[in-house]
């Protein structure tokens, strides 16, 4: 009696299960469940990873590593497991489409020329590579040659011609280009210098000064006097 008594009070003490709460309970628990196998899986994931990254190390052929397209997660593996044996790693392509990891040893690193095609979608050729290098340079050397050649034209160009004027031109000026034209350039010794005998005042330098002295001496009339001209006649 008394046992009947104390599963009815239980029964009663006890919240009634609904069937909300019911099927919370099992969504929780399956939420429980894929943890556990996404924990188990990436687990397992990063154990081949680290025995896949351990066999790129020790083959001394390969210098990089293309994995497939992987989730987030994943790549995050990949670049910690990496990075932790020493070795460099970059993704490329379009999240949630084909994004991917490539792993480097750092003894051989990848070039500016090599990241770039992979991040354009392209697949890497070193030959293309070297001969578009080699083209650039070949077309530079042509261009460098072509300038210096222009420069070289428009100073000959820019320069008289190494003649003498009047021998192009005697024909119309009627000068040897001989004796004739050094003649002609010589320069005059006597430029400069006036003819004594087209000289206006013949008097010497003292007897300038000797006038001037006289005419300082006499008086303005006397000066006027002296400076008109005597008549012989009329002193006689």
């Known amino acids: 009696m008394m046992d009947l008594l104390g599963s009815i009070l239980k029964s009663m003490d006890a919240p009634p299960t609904t069937e909300v709460d019911k099927k919370a309970k099992e969504e929780k628990a399956k939420l429980k469940k894929l943890q556990m196998e996404e924990k188990k899986k990436n687990a397992a994931f990063r154990a081949k990873t680290e025995k896949e990254v351990t066999e790129f190390i020790k083959d ?9 397209p992987m989730t987030r997660i994943q790549r995050s593996i990949v670049h910690d497991v990496a990075e932790i044996a020493g070795l460099t790693t970059f993704s490329f392509g379009e999240e949630e489409v084909d994004r991917y990891v490539m792993l480097f040893k750092k003894e051989f690193p990848p070039s ?16 293309n590579v070297s001969k578009s290098k080699e083209q650039a340079k070949s077309t530079d050397d ?14 000959s160009h820019s320069q008289p011609p190494a003649t003498y004027y009047k021998d ?12 004739d034209a050094a003649r002609a350039t010589k320069s005059n010794s006597a430029y400069g210098y006036v003819p004594s005998e ?18 300082k001496k006499l ?11 005597h008549d012989s006649k009329d002193e006689q």
């Open 219 to 229: 008086k303005p009339d006397d000066i006027d006097e002296a400076s008109e001209p």
């Open 112 to 127: 500016d020329e090599e990241l770039d095609a992979y991040r354009n979608g392209e697949e890497f050729d070193p030959e």
């Open 168 to 179: 192009k031109y005697k024909h119309l000026l009627g000068v040897d280009s001989g004796k």
């Open 142 to 155: 042509n261009a460098s040659t072509v300038s210096k050649a222009q420069k070289t034209s428009r100073v």
């Open 60 to 68: 001394t052929k390969q210098t990089r590593v293309k994995y497939p």
């Open 198 to 215: 087209n000289k206006r005042d013949l008097r010497s330098i003292e007897e300038t000064l000797n006038d001037i002295r006289k005419r």
